[in-house]
């Protein structure tokens, strides 16, 4: 029987959202078959790319969610972007990949992604790298959609709560991924995301969903335990049959070489782990 709580499936387990291949359809159908609640990764498609996942996704009659990147709007520090480009550029040169010489401003098609996604609602959009506004949530509320909004501390989620969020994606900082802090300038403590859960659902009224480094039954119980509704994994579906992970992102990941999360920082900012 599915528990009453702010997503619906049989057990108290999400399939993140994870954009650039590896969430595909057939991960989204196992996932949800073996009684976990399945998210879409907005980000990167375009809209159409994004509405055929979405009514393809719909067919197996399941509770979904769709996760969408908010855009930055703070202009890019040129001297950090600039730093970063030589840094990459060795590399960029054994692949024979011109680096942009300039920052590339990139909405990845939100308000359109927005606008259908209130034309044609899904039951939850979780948003990832900011917040939308009030007004945003309050149209896809008003289609019956549950907005939540990824926070990785006590005051972004408290933000998300002034925005009328309905629950939180808590990412700890051991997250698979890029973190979804709302300020790339922030370098996050190293801290369990059991820990930062607590801290979140200690403080803010709402539901939440941890994230961040779940590896096994153990590491969910702590995340239940520390107030979470559901606990999100990442990075271990990644090697599974049906996940779209690239090949060589398969080989990494059981390459011996590779044993622990490396958080890549650029100049004081996070750029992802
Ligand atoms: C390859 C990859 C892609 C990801 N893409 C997204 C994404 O599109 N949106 C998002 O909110 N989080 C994304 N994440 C973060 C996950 O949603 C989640 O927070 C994280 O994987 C949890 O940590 P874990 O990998 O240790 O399980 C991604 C993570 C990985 C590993």
Redesign the pocket.
Known sequence: MARETLLRSKLPLVA?????G??NLDLIEAVSEAGAFP?L????KTPEALSEQIEATRTLGVDFGV?L?VPERRPVDRRTFSAYAVELQPEAETYRITLDAEPVVDEDYWQQKLDRLTEYPVPVV?F??GLPTQDDVERLRSVGTTALA?VTTVEEAKAAERVGADGL?V??P?????S?THDPSRVPEMADTATVVKQIAETVPLPVVG?????GPESVRRILDAGAEAA?????L?CTDEAG?SAT?RAALADPLFTE?VRLIADEGVVGV
């Open positions: 993140a959202p994870m954009a650039g590896p969430t998210f990764a907005g980000g990167y996760n990147f979780s990832t790298f990824s994606v990412q700890g051991q997250a698979g991924g890029h979804a994230a961040g480094g779940i590896d999100a994994v990442g990075t271990l990644l992970t992102h999360t």
